[in-house]
């Protein structure tokens, strides 16, 4: 045989092998969930994402970093406020892919609006309603009755808009002491607001969510909302706003936060995931 043949089938044969590694490689790539391929399709592509103020640690932190290291061409912009703010901000044209509340009542407008994508509409995570104080408060409170007693300032969200002041308006009307302290209330424009105000003696005491209770170590908890003081359970809702800018990476931002490390960090800031 002479050389030229030779050289020919060995090119012959490097392309073949060249040719069954890259399927071979493509296969195992499939196998094991490497999505590469689909990553490079989101590069360029942004999610924004609307998310109440308690969420704010968690995704700042820790969630977004995460994802954005998962899909490196893939930017996540978040807006955070209130529940209620939010809700009137999407109403009136926030850029928004995601929306995520601190309660029902804000995503259910939006939906009954159709500005909210029902499809994706989750039952994601729970919260615990609880009474704080400074750190180094001296004040004899034990119990949420005891607020009733109060002679200072007690803070929570406003009732109007935000969701963690619509939990302790009910539970202090549910445990007959509304009437008794309205007029000591100093109402903040979201819970973080709340907690500062504790956090910084200016409030004697202040009704917030445990998660953020937990982020803070000027506050100390006092209790737990009894049983009895909630019929609303504190659930957070997420979901894909209707018609979203980038499609593709919402929907992936959305499916990455029901994964089970994007559970374990809602868990570790003490959040509880809804079954």
């Known amino acids: 045989m002479d050389s030229k043949k030779i050289l020919l089938i060995a090119i012959v044969a490097l392309v073949a092998i060249i040719s069954v590694g890259s399927v071979s490689a493509g296969f195992l790539d499939f196998l094991g969930g490497n999505n590469s391929a689909g990553n490079a399709n989101l590069t360029g592509q942004e999610v924004n994402l609307a998310a ?47 929306f995520m509340s601190a309660a029902n009542k804000q995503m259910n407008k939006l939906a009954n609006e159709s500005l909210v994508d029902n499809n994706t509409n989750v ?52 445990l007959g002491i509304w009437n008794d302290t309205e007029s000591k209330l100093s109402l903040g424009t979201d819970v973080t607001a709340v907690l500062n105000q504790v956090a910084q003696g200016s409030a004697d005491c202040g009704i917030v969510y445990s998660t953020d209770a937990k982020s803070n170590g000027d506050v100390k908890v006092v209790c737990e909302a009894p049983d009895d003081a909630l019929k609303t359970p504190v659930i957070y809702p997420v979901a894909m706003l209707k018609n979203p800018e980038h499609p593709e990476a919402a929907k992936e931002f959305l499916n990455f936060l029901q994964t089970k490390e994007a559970k374990d960090v809602f868990v570790q800031y003490g959040f509880t995931i809804h079954e």
């Open 52 to 98: 109440a103020a308690s969420l704010k640690n968690a995704f700042d932190k820790d969630l977004i970093p995460m994802f954005e290291q998962k899909y490196p061409g893939v930017k996540v912009t978040p807006t955070y406020a209130s529940s209620g703010d939010l809700q009137s901000q999407i109403e009136n044209g926030l850029k928004a892919d995601v």
């Open 123 to 174: 039952q994601f995570l729970e919260n615990k309603v609880v009474l704080i104080v400074p750190k180094d408060s001296k004040v004899n409170i034990s119990s949420f009755d005891d607020l009733k007693n109060v002679n200072g300032t007690i803070a929570i969200g406003d009732p109007e808009s935000v969701p963690a002041g619509q939990y302790a308006k009910e539970a202090l009307t549910n």
